[in-house]
Structure formats: structure tokens, C-alpha cells
């Protein structure tokens, strides 16, 4: 059973472009795509805490 309750990226999908700044504002998390898979190069700098 998993745990955890951090999620570091996830993805929205919707036809209505102009809710997605609304709705990731409300997720809980550090990377939101939006319309896309987010799969960054393994050359990419990432770190950092999320103040809630």
C-alpha cells in the first residue's frame, strides 16, 4: 500500500484552456503540465522546497 501524500509533478488534460491556471492552483504539487506528459531531460535542474 502506498503512502506517501507528495506528488512532485502531474498533468492536466481538459478542452478549456483557460481553467487549467485554476485547477493547478488548487493541486497540491511541484510540476503541472498542462495538455502534455511532463518528462524533462535528465540534464535539467530540479530541486527545491514548495511552501504551502
Request: hydrophobic fraction near 25%; proline fraction near 9%; charged fraction near 10%.
Given at each position: 500500500m502506498c503512502t506517501y501524500t507528495h506528488v512532485f509533478e502531474t498533468s492536466i488534460y481538459t478542452q478549456d484552456i483557460?481553467?487549467?491556471?485554476y485547477i493547478s492552483a488548487l493541486i497540491?504539487?511541484?510540476?503541472v503540465g498542462v495538455n502534455k506528459s511532463f518528462s524533462p531531460a535528465?540534464?535539467?535542474p530540479f530541486g527545491g522546497v514548495k511552501v504551502v
Open positions: 483557460s481553467i487549467a491556471p497540491n504539487t511541484g510540476t535528465v540534464e535539467t
